[in-house]
């Protein structure tokens, strides 16, 4: 995954709280698990005027003017800002996906469901816990004008333009495993086989300490079978 270290980006705003997975990618879309295609389904049942399905041309549906995503001061907006409880609901893996391949980098909210937490996390999205008097300042701003942030995941912090650490900003929490793996881009697969050399050291040894365990139902067969003199 890719890793995440620091971020500028317009922020687009999305007032409402209890944001479930099934309204950030509906159920109809969870037939496939290739991590692409989501996308253009982000908000599926907010986005458009009608029910959309996997794989069809999005560009001909027709677009809800009012929601956020599709007013076109927010068109190039890559952090998403929401209310509490965001991610509840099911478990499903594809919203996180959804969000990034729409090009969300990150996603700021006073509270997260914690399974959806892990899940942004494992897939190279940051989520941004702040308070939920900060969040609606920053609510206020991102509806009057176009709001740029800058997400510094190193420092720890939020502040505003493109630079960041200006004098006003937002210090965040997140715990030293979780800031480790996104800084430097690596999920639980990729931490795995960084030990790949004492994994395999472990397994060649098990076989000669153990060599029963390795042992196939064929070959326990083949073993049991009387041999001819």
Not at 3 to 21: A, Q
Not at 118 to 123: A, Y
Not at 135 to 157: G, N
Not at 188 to 199: M, P, V
Request: hydrophobic letters at 40%; charged letters at 25%; proline letters at 5%.
């Amino acid at each position: 995954m890719a890793e995440f270290v620091r971020h500028s980006g317009l922020v687009v705003p999305l007032d409402r709280i209890n944001v479930d997975t099934d309204l950030i990618i509906p159920k109809q879309f969870l037939k496939s698990i290739q991590r692409t295609g989501f996308g253009v389904h982000l908000f599926d049942s907010l986005r458009y005027l009608d029910e959309g399905v996997l794989g069809q041309d999005c560009s001909q549906r027709e677009l809800n003017s009012t929601f956020p995503l599709n007013e076109p001061r927010y068109r190039d907006a890559s952090i998403l800002l929401s209310g509490a409880n965001f991610g509840c609901g099911s478990s499903r893996e594809h919203a996180a996906w959804a969000l990034l391949e729409y090009g969300f980098r990150c996603v700021i909210a006073p509270s997260f469901s914690d399974i959806f937490y892990n899940n942004c996390v494992n897939n190279g999205l940051l989520p941004v816990v702040l308070a939920e008097a900060e969040v609606a300042v920053l609510m206020q701003r991102a509806a009057a004008t176009p709001l740029r942030l800058c997400v510094d995941l190193a420092a720890r912090c939020v502040s505003v333009g493109e630079e960041g650490a200006t004098p006003e900003h937002w210090d965040f929490e997140i715990d030293d495993f979780r800031r480790d793996c996104l800084l430097r881009g690596v999920d639980d697969i990729a931490l795995s086989l960084e030990q790949e050399e004492a994994i395999r050291a472990f397994e060649a040894r098990r076989l000669r300490e153990a060599p029963w365990l390795y042992a196939t139902p064929a070959s326990s067969a083949a073993a049991s079978v009387p041999q001819r003199s």
